[in-house]
């Protein structure tokens, strides 16, 4: 691990992932009270993170075949820049609160700035992850992961803290720190290098496609049913959340602010220990021990008003959220070339799952209060294990036969 810190390119790299996530985070935090603090309901809350997700995953999909013939550099450098323009956006937007717009209503600009997120992003995170991944396998692999996870989910882990005391001030402070993190973003973007992504392996790593074990291509698809759930657990939390903290539990913006900041830091502490380790490759017992505990945390929302209660919730629903995203991070580009579409998959997923927790979380909230969506994610995470016990089988019959004939369409994880 702490070879990494040699390597200057990837440090920037790094510190690029933070600064992003750093302005998405003070830009998210708020966004739930200000939708409120113009009038709008809990629909519309699901309708801005929905309109944010529906365009990353429709972008996502669209990268896919392209992402990986553009050039890093100028992808992110464009990225970042629109994310300064759309940040501004957010400011101005929140200024003048209620003022409708020639086209738009105040809403309405809101649910357009998240949908404009969601088409940077969808450019800006894959493009990251395939310059950070590209040439690397297995154990190396796993922590150059474990360390460039760690380094956005530290800005998630202290910006949600610093946005929900900023909130309690002016709800445009923390929208203007979020301009000043686009900036430094940009800035780091252009004194990052494009050098040579084809390190020579190291002796141990598995580099051709061929070489990594066949139980991988059963783990894709596992982990991608588990983390297509587990992000709909995280859209009902980031958008309905703060909603039923502030007005069902009559916690404040702060406390809501420590939870998501709580969350984030199992993250980096999960994302940093399976950086160290590959003991958690292709151990089914661990995705079902999470998904478990995602429902836990569910169930103690569902449950509990008291506070300590709620972060323990937030806590340990980090941990889990962390070790699944890892996990398909991990085997979703494992034996592939074109690292930059593979991440778009996996942000593919991310998205979807999200935007379906998002709004669903939202319509279920207005039509049967503020702690349905919570039964709804109990409800999805059980029905996704079976699923995943169904697909487990039929993937390993499928590629035992496969195997056999020599002819599987699997031969990638593409």
């Given at each position: 691990m702490l070879q990494l810190f040699k390597d200057k390119n990837f440090l920037r790299l790094c510190l690029v992932a933070f600064l992003m996530s750093s302005c998405l985070q003070l830009g998210g935090i708020v966004l739930p009270f200000a939708v409120k603090a113009i009038d709008g309901s809990d629909t519309d809350i699901g309708l801005c993170f929905l309109g944010q997700m529906g365009a990353y995953v429709i972008c996502c999909i669209l990268a896919v075949p392209i992402i990986d013939r553009l050039k890093p550099k100028k992808v992110l450098l464009i990225t970042s820049g629109a994310g300064i323009i759309v940040s501004l956006g957010f400011f101005v937007t929140v200024w003048y609160g209620n003022s409708n717009g020639v086209f738009l209503s105040p809403v309405g600009r809101l649910i357009f700035l998240m949908s404009m997120i969601g088409v940077i992003t969808a450019f800006f995170w894959p493009t990251l992850m395939g310059w950070v991944s590209t040439g690397y396998e297995g154990a190396e692999l796993t922590k150059r992961f474990g360390f460039y996870n760690a380094s956005w989910a530290i800005a998630n882990t202290i910006f949600p803290v610093i946005g929900g005391y900023l909130m309690e001030i002016s709800y445009l402070l923390p929208l203007a720190a979020a301009v000043v993190m686009a900036i430094f973003c940009l800035i780091s973007v252009y004194q990052t290098k494009c050098i040579s992504q084809s390190p020579k392996p190291h002796q141990n790593d598995n580099i051709a496609g061929q070489q990594i074990p066949q139980q991988n291509r059963n783990f894709v698809w596992i982990s991608r049913v588990a983390l297509f759930t587990t992000l709909i657990y995280i859209g009902v939390l980031r958008s309905q959340l703060g909603?039923?903290?502030?007005?069902?539990?009559?916690?404040?913006?702060?406390?809501?602010?420590?939870?998501?900041?709580?969350?984030?830091?199992?993250?980096?502490?999960?994302?940093?220990?399976?950086?160290?380790?590959?003991?958690?490759?292709?151990?089914?017992?661990?995705?079902?021990?999470?998904?478990?505990?995602?429902?836990?945390?569910?169930?103690?929302?569902?449950?509990?008003?008291?506070?300590?209660?709620?972060?323990?919730?937030?806590?340990?629903?980090?941990?889990?959220?962390?070790?699944?995203?890892?996990?398909?991070?991990?085997?979703?580009?494992?034996?592939?070339?074109?690292?930059?579409?593979?991440?778009?998959?996996?942000?593919?997923?991310?998205?979807?799952?999200?935007?379906?927790?998002?709004?669903?979380?939202?319509?279920?909230?207005?039509?049967?209060?503020?702690?349905?969506?919570?039964?709804?994610?109990?409800?999805?995470?059980?029905?996704?294990?079976?699923?995943?016990?169904?697909?487990?089988?039929?993937?390993?019959?499928?590629?035992?036969?496969?195997?056999?004939?020599?002819?599987?369409?699997?031969?990638?994880?593409?």
């Amino acid at each position: 691990m702490l070879q990494l810190f040699k390597d200057k390119n990837f440090l920037r790299l790094c510190l690029v992932a933070f600064l992003m996530s750093s302005c998405l985070q003070l830009g998210g935090i708020v966004l739930p009270f200000a939708v409120k603090a113009i009038d709008g309901s809990d629909t519309d809350i699901g309708l801005c993170f929905l309109g944010q997700m529906g365009a990353y995953v429709i972008c996502c999909i669209l990268a896919v075949p392209i992402i990986d013939r553009l050039k890093p550099k100028k992808v992110l450098l464009i990225t970042s820049g629109a994310g300064i323009i759309v940040s501004l956006g957010f400011f101005v937007t929140v200024w003048y609160g209620n003022s409708n717009g020639v086209f738009l209503s105040p809403v309405g600009r809101l649910i357009f700035l998240m949908s404009m997120i969601g088409v940077i992003t969808a450019f800006f995170w894959p493009t990251l992850m395939g310059w950070v991944s590209t040439g690397y396998e297995g154990a190396e692999l796993t922590k150059r992961f474990g360390f460039y996870n760690a380094s956005w989910a530290i800005a998630n882990t202290i910006f949600p803290v610093i946005g929900g005391y900023l909130m309690e001030i002016s709800y445009l402070l923390p929208l203007a720190a979020a301009v000043v993190m686009a900036i430094f973003c940009l800035i780091s973007v252009y004194q990052t290098k494009c050098i040579s992504q084809s390190p020579k392996p190291h002796q141990n790593d598995n580099i051709a496609g061929q070489q990594i074990p066949q139980q991988n291509r059963n783990f894709v698809w596992i982990s991608r049913v588990a983390l297509f759930t587990t992000l709909i657990y995280i859209g009902v939390l980031r958008s309905q959340l703060g909603i039923l903290y502030k007005f069902e539990l009559r916690l404040t913006e702060s406390n809501y602010g420590w939870a998501m900041s709580l969350m984030c830091l199992a993250n980096v502490i999960v994302f940093w220990m399976m950086g160290r380790s590959h003991y958690w490759h292709y151990k089914k017992s661990l995705f079902a021990l999470a998904q478990a505990s995602v429902v836990l945390c569910a169930i103690i929302i569902l449950f509990s008003g008291s506070l300590a209660f709620q972060l323990f919730a937030a806590g340990l629903g980090g941990i889990c959220y962390g070790f699944i995203y890892s996990s398909h991070q991990y085997y979703g580009v494992s034996g592939g070339t074109k690292r930059s579409g593979l991440m778009a998959i996996h942000e593919t997923i991310i998205g979807a799952g999200f935007a379906t927790g998002a709004l669903g979380g939202g319509i279920l909230s207005d039509s049967f209060g503020r702690y349905s969506p919570y039964w709804f994610v109990c409800g999805v995470i059980i029905i996704a294990g079976g699923a995943q016990v169904i697909l487990w089988f039929i993937a390993k019959r499928f590629f035992q036969i496969s195997s056999k004939e020599n002819t599987s369409v699997f031969t990638s994880p593409t």
